[in-house]
């Protein structure tokens, strides 16, 4: 792919990665960090959860205490932030502006879409993010995507699998600005790179979501 540069007008737009645990979110973003070192940041996000082995505070994440991370929700620090697990994980609007002149990515579950939604553009100056859905090519690739990468217990397989419902709900209404299909892996990073890099056409080169039939979800 030609090494044309990230255009300037989409650098200061946060892109926001969404889809099903297992669509192949962290297989694209590898490569799309591979192709173009030292253009796209992550935020670090705060958690209340302990760090791992090896895991440094402000590298990983930036670990604080329950009473810190709700002492900045009261601050209205966050953009977006969610409960998992018994854990806090959220995203603050210093953690994303300090990312700049890299364009910020942010891999965030439904729940913190919607905040995001509804928080960005009261921002000063105001944040206008690009939605992207990442969508399996279908519910029976997504189980076995899922099963196949073999790092989730059967119970944790449910509970992804009982997310991705509301997520392909949201996609289903139409809640992202663009929608790339990961079927064969080369296609969707490319599109993808497009996007994210924003060149000249990119909002017009999603996928259509494909018609998927949540009830699948259950069986
Ligand atoms: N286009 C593709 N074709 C076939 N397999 C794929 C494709 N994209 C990803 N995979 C495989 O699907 C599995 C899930 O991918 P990945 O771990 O990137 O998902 P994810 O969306 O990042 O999940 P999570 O949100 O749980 O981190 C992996 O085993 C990956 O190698």
Redesign the pocket.
């Given at each position: 792919m030609a090494s044309e540069p990230i255009n300037p007008e989409v650098v200061s737009r946060p892109l926001v990665i969404c889809?099903p645990?297992?669509?192949?979110?962290?297989?694209?973003l590898t490569r799309l960090f591979a192709s173009h070192p030292n253009t796209f940041g992550f935020s670090i996000s705060h958690t209340t959860r302990s760090p791992r082995p090896g895991e440094q505070d402000g590298r990983e994440y930036h670990f604080v205490t329950k009473e810190e991370f709700m002492r900045r929700v009261e601050a209205g620090e966050f953009l977006e932030w969610a409960q998992f697990g018994g854990n806090c994980y959220g995203t603050t609007f210093a953690a994303l502006s300090a990312l700049h002149p890299l364009r910020c990515i942010l891999d965030i579950e439904l729940q913190g879409v919607l905040q995001l939604r509804s928080k960005a553009p009261l921002q000063t100056p105001p944040l206008s993010p690009v939605f992207l859905f990442?969508s399996p090519p279908s519910i029976s690739t997504l189980k076995s995507?899922?099963r196949?990468?073999g790092t989730e217990t059967t119970e944790s397989t449910a509970k992804?699998l009982a997310a991705a419902k509301a997520e392909i709900e949201y996609a289903m209404q139409g809640g992202h600005d663009v929608v790339v299909v990961?079927?064969?892996?080369d296609k969707?990073a490319e599109k993808l790179e497009k996007i994210a890099m924003g060149w000249k056409g990119w909002e017009g080169c999603g996928d259509e979501l494909p018609r998927f039939n949540v009830d699948e979800l259950d069986e």
């Amino acid at each position: 792919m030609a090494s044309e540069p990230i255009n300037p007008e989409v650098v200061s737009r946060p892109l926001v990665i969404c889809g099903p645990s297992g669509t192949g979110k962290s297989t694209l973003l590898t490569r799309l960090f591979a192709s173009h070192p030292n253009t796209f940041g992550f935020s670090i996000s705060h958690t209340t959860r302990s760090p791992r082995p090896g895991e440094q505070d402000g590298r990983e994440y930036h670990f604080v205490t329950k009473e810190e991370f709700m002492r900045r929700v009261e601050a209205g620090e966050f953009l977006e932030w969610a409960q998992f697990g018994g854990n806090c994980y959220g995203t603050t609007f210093a953690a994303l502006s300090a990312l700049h002149p890299l364009r910020c990515i942010l891999d965030i579950e439904l729940q913190g879409v919607l905040q995001l939604r509804s928080k960005a553009p009261l921002q000063t100056p105001p944040l206008s993010p690009v939605f992207l859905f990442l969508s399996p090519p279908s519910i029976s690739t997504l189980k076995s995507r899922l099963r196949g990468r073999g790092t989730e217990t059967t119970e944790s397989t449910a509970k992804r699998l009982a997310a991705a419902k509301a997520e392909i709900e949201y996609a289903m209404q139409g809640g992202h600005d663009v929608v790339v299909v990961n079927d064969q892996v080369d296609k969707a990073a490319e599109k993808l790179e497009k996007i994210a890099m924003g060149w000249k056409g990119w909002e017009g080169c999603g996928d259509e979501l494909p018609r998927f039939n949540v009830d699948e979800l259950d069986e």
